[in-house]
């Protein structure tokens, strides 16, 4: 009788069975992970107020992912609006203040303020709080001078209540600047920059909020909105309410609870503008687009009225829209932006 032969197969090995696992898990993890993504960005685009309200554990890696998506696509200008705004009349291109300065309506802005003129910028200086209650700088497109070395503080000897370099010491917060340091200096060059280390220009910031969120908007302003949307407008200040007012430690300086930014533009667009709100809570990595505002909360919110001479038709949708986004930047200034935030 003949033997039937034995028909072998080949067996999968351990290595091949790993391999498709592997690869399956890869999968998983990668959809995962654009999953994450996608659906965070969603979220993290609802109104601060909404976000508050939907914050718990499960929801964590939809804000962790979802921050860093929509930072991106923001810049992008995929996801996320602008406020903007059609208007036919020219910008008013070197002047400090895009529609008028800042008027007091009420508390909680002082009743002292005085203004201060510095040629390229100004500061509404309050005598009572020793800091700015705002401070109004314009940007030019292009830089001119070299980011120079930082002078030191001093004391404005022009202004009697002005305090003295020194005064923040050991305070646990840090000389923040109103009118920044470098918009100023790469377009002005040094005699300007030695103004805005002038203590009348100076407020007390928590070191995370003036090393994070503010710094990264004052270099997104300088260095990346100006190449897309050329001068640029902003006011910035700093909020104290009446009732909550502390000083600091080392010396008789109101300490601000809050601080802002309402920055303007002007492109083939229209005219468009931003506020954003930060605490002086705020933390070093904190995403600045959560403390967006429309104008007509940061109004209500410092007792001064902006844009004064914008005319009414402009002024009431302007102030009342709320952007989502912080605006985008060109696509060659991505990896700019990716490192200012990110290193």
């Known amino acids: 009788m003949k033997k039937k032969k034995k028909v072998q197969t080949k067996k999968k090995s351990p290595t091949g069975k790993t391999r498709i696992t592997a690869r399956i898990v890869s ?39 979802g921050n860093r998506t929509a930072f991106l696509t923001d810049a992008l200008g995929w996801t996320g609006h602008d406020t903007v705004y059609d208007f036919d009349e020219a910008a008013p291109s070197n002047q400090v203040f895009f529609a008028g300065a800042p008027e007091r309506t009420g508390a909680p802005a002082p009743n002292d303020i005085t203004v201060l003129r510095r040629g390229e910028f100004a500061i509404g200086w309050s005598p009572s709080l020793r800091h700015p209650v705002w401070a109004a700088y314009h940007v030019v497109k292009d830089a001119r001078f070299d980011a120079l070395k930082r002078p030191n503080f001093q004391k404005d000897r022009s202004v009697a209540t002005s305090p003295g370099a020194n005064d923040y010491a050991r305070s646990g917060y840090d000389r923040g600047h109103l009118v920044p340091n470098r918009a100023i ?24 909020l003036n090393r994070g969120p503010w710094r990264e908007m004052e270099q997104r302003i300088s260095d990346l909105w100006t190449a897309r949307y ?3 407008w902003v006011i910035v200040g700093a909020l104290s309410p009446a009732a909550k007012r502390t000083t600091l430690e080392s010396a008789p300086i109101d300490v601000p609870s809050q601080f802002y930014m309402l920055i303007a533009a002007q492109d083939a667009d229209g005219v468009r503008a931003l506020a954003v709100l930060l605490p002086q809570t705020a933390a070093v990595d904190d995403f600045p687009v959560h403390n967006i505002v429309t104008i007509n909360e940061l109004e209500a919110a ?6 004064p001479d914008m005319p009414k038709f402009l002024a009431r949708p302007l ?10 930047v060109r696509l060659r200034d ?8 990110f290193t």
């Open 319 to 328: 102030k009342a829209d709320r952007p989502t986004r912080l605006w985008p």
């Open 334 to 341: 991505i990896v700019k932006l990716i490192l200012l935030r």
């Open 230 to 232: 050329g001068e640029i």
């Open 302 to 307: 410092s007792g001064l009225r902006f844009f």
């Open 27 to 65: 999968a998983a993890l990668v959809l995962a992970f654009v999953a994450c993504c996608a659906v965070g960005n969603w979220f993290v685009h609802h109104p601060r107020e909404w976000l508050d309200a939907h914050r718990a554990f499960y929801t964590a890696p939809l804000w962790y992912f």
């Open 185 to 208: 200096v790469t377009r002005y060059g040094p005699d300007e920059q030695e103004k805005t280390f002038l203590m009348t220009n100076i407020a007390p910031q928590r070191p995370a």
